[in-house]
């Protein structure tokens, strides 16, 4: 059994915020009326056939383009969001009429997650989770930097006020992050952003430089930063005082694959990867 689910057969408190409220695919059957509804409606018609422009295929394309295709395709790819956020406003509030009022309400998000920047892993769309079920931070290579402000605002924010009880950090096999890491260039700006990554490389020098298969080698660094940035986000204090006082959150590693679509939990031992950073790491005095 893993330390989460430990935990959530221990603590009265999580087994009650651990448990998924609805899994997916059920949620998915009971919404289907709804959705089915939804889909006869103008607004999610016009969702589904809002006209494209033509879409250059290389970025090069853009120079033998006439002026006024370009012009059109700008236009034509900023309106869909809109198109798209009205039909997507529509629905909601034909699902249900206070959707909005409990948005506007406040949030109380049961997840923080901590994800790649890449456009291809929308983290609500792959895990069923609705507006306000989680806090989110993406970054290139999903990197937890102690320097970081910015990441570290929001794990302060999403323990110590939101009160998250999950805290995922969630790469991806194929990282364009990771691999740039794995390449003896000079890539400017990005250097010391990815140094963080040839860091893990080093930390784990051994194990990776066995695996003779590159690809191989390369999905396993990913899991292996996965691991290290969960290590870092334990290492902060809202975290260890959190867990201390109210024995949540916990922290969580997962992996994206493009293969199938699905999440490969890494089930990292929290509460040993707690004790074991805490001789070195501990600020819960
Ligand atoms: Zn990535």
Same mark, same amino acid.
């Given at each position: 059994m893993s330390?989460?689910a *430990?935990l959530?057969?221990?603590s ?9 409220s609805?899994?997916q695919?059920i *949620?998915?059957t ?5 959705l089915l509804a939804a889909?006869?409606s103008?607004?999610v ?7 494209? =422009? ?12 006439a002026e006024e295709?370009?012009?059109r395709?700008?236009?034509?790819s ?7 956020n009205?039909?997507?406003? %529509?629905?909601?509030? =034909?699902?249900d009429?206070e959707f ?7 949030q109380?998000?049961e997840?923080?997650?901590?994800g ?8 609500e769309?792959?895990?069923?989770l609705?507006?306000g %079920?989680?806090?989110i931070?993406?970054n290139i ?11 570290m605002?929001v794990i302060?924010?999403?323990? *110590?006020?939101?009160? @998250?009880? $999950?805290?995922v950090?969630?790469? $991806?096999y ?5 691999k740039?890491?794995m390449?003896?260039?000079?890539l ?6 990815l140094?963080?990554i040839r860091?893990?490389?080093?930390l ?7 695996i ?6 390369y999905d396993?660094?990913v899991?292996?930063n ?10 902060t204090?809202? @975290?260890q005082k959190?867990?201390?006082q109210?024995?949540?959150?916990i ?5 994206f694959?493009?293969?199938d679509?699905?999440?490969k939990?890494?089930?990292i031992?929290? %509460?040993s990867?707690?004790?074991?950073i805490?001789?070195?790491y501990?600020?819960? %005095?």
């Amino acid at each position: 059994m893993s330390s989460a689910a *430990r935990l959530a057969c221990r603590s009265p408190l999580l087994s009650s915020v651990a448990r998924p409220s609805i899994p997916q695919s059920i *949620r998915a059957t009971r919404a289907a009326p709804a959705l089915l509804a939804a889909a006869r409606s103008p607004a999610v018609r016009s969702f589904n056939f809002i006209p494209q =422009a033509p879409k250059p295929s290389k970025s090069g394309d853009w120079r033998t383009m006439a002026e006024e295709d370009i012009t059109r395709y700008l236009k034509q790819s900023h309106d869909r969001v809109f198109e798209n956020n009205r039909a997507w406003a %529509e629905e909601k509030k =034909a699902k249900d009429p206070e959707f909005f009022a409990k948005l506007a309400a406040g949030q109380t998000p049961e997840y923080l997650w901590i994800g790649c920047s890449d456009s291809r892993i929308p983290a609500e769309q792959i895990t069923g989770l609705e507006p306000g %079920e989680a806090f989110i931070h993406r970054n290139i290579a999903n990197l937890v930097c102690n320097v970081d402000l910015n990441v570290m605002s929001v794990i302060n924010y999403a323990v *110590r006020h939101l009160q @998250v009880k $999950h805290i995922v950090v969630c790469g $991806h096999y194929g990282c364009g992050g990771v691999k740039a890491a794995m390449t003896a260039k000079d890539l400017g700006l990005l250097n010391p952003w990815l140094r963080n990554i040839r860091d893990v490389y080093r930390l784990h020098e051994d194990e990776l430089d066995a695996i003779a298969d590159e690809a191989a080698r390369y999905d396993r660094l990913v899991e292996l930063n996965v691991m290290e940035q969960c290590r870092n986000v334990i290492k902060t204090a809202a @975290v260890q005082k959190s867990f201390a006082q109210n024995h949540f959150p916990i922290v969580h590693g997962w992996v994206f694959g493009f293969q199938d679509g699905r999440l490969k939990d890494l089930n990292i031992d929290f %509460e040993s990867m707690l004790k074991s950073i805490q001789k070195i790491y501990n600020l819960t %005095e």
